[in-house]
């Protein structure tokens, strides 16, 4: 049976989301961003909690653990690198680890950069991929922890999941995103076209996301680093595709 998700705005713009095993019964919280918006998906899906599966350690994915663990007694899935500062772990993983949801079974891929022990959750048979801070639609993570070659590398990781993977991100800035993303490439027709659909579900209040990483590798700068058409649109020809990033990474920080 396949996988079912729910997806919910948190605090200001970060997306919690529930993934639901149909088969076994089984629900996992990917992060924890606020107890309360979590239990209200519960409560309307009927859904019992049985997981945590935690991106990295900031507070706006991690504040919600404690209250949840101790109301659903929970287990709590966290990247070994980032365990002591997350709070109720019951279980570290690391890149190429198989979690189970249930009957759902999912692949650690480690993703440093935002933060230095950042995982993503990647669902292959159920082609979905739970991507933190790593991957926006139409932008990435800040690099706050690691470098940027590292973040890029992060990157390249996503991108080259199958095409037809759908992606859940942590946060809801898809329209500043392609806001900048505009400034790098202005002829972009995926661009253009993911701006007129982002704009319309904006309008109606439905989430930007999920993405398939086919359609994001089009159209998102930060995937194209190695496109010497993207490069040469900033006048950075021939240059390293981890010295693009670096370069658009800095300007979106000041835009
Ligand atoms: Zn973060």
């Known amino acids: 049976m396949p996988a079912e998700t729910r997806l919910f705005l948190c605090r200001s713009d970060n997306y919690g989301v529930l993934l639901h095993d149909q088969e076994s019964g089984a629900t996992a919280a990917i992060d924890a961003p606020e107890a309360a918006p979590i239990e209200a998906a519960l409560k309307a899906t009927g859904w019992k909690l049985t997981d945590i599966l935690v991106t990295h350690h900031h507070a706006d994915h991690t504040d919600g653990i404690t209250a949840l663990k101790g109301k659903y007694k929970c287990r709590v899935v966290a990247p070994a690198a980032e365990a002591a500062t997350i709070p109720a772990v019951d279980e570290t993983v690391r890149e190429g680890d198989q979690v189970k949801v249930g009957k759902l079974s999912t692949n650690v891929i480690e993703t440093p950069g935002h933060t230095l022990g ?13 991507v933190g801070d790593t991957l926006f639609s139409i932008g990435c993570g800040r690099v706050i922890e690691g470098t940027p070659e590292q973040m890029w590398r992060s990157l390249v990781k996503l991108r080259d ?57 089009k159209a998102n700068p930060f995937l194209r680093a190695d496109v010497p058409d ?26």
């Open 118 to 130: 950042h995982i993503a959750y990647w669902f292959h048979a159920d082609k979905l991929a739970f």
């Open 230 to 255: 993207v490069a040469a649109g900033i006048g950075m020809a021939g240059r390293p595709a981890s010295d693009f990033f670096a370069e658009i990474r800095a300007r979106k920080n000041k835009f």
């Open 161 to 217: 999941l199958p095409d037809d993977t759908e992606f859940y991100c942590g946060h809801e800035y898809t329209a500043a995103n392609i806001k900048f993303a505009r400034t790098i490439e202005p002829n972009n027709k995926a661009l253009a076209a993911r701006e007129a659909q982002a704009k319309q579900q904006i309008a109606k209040h439905e989430p930007t996301i999920p993405v398939t990483i086919g359609e994001e590798k």
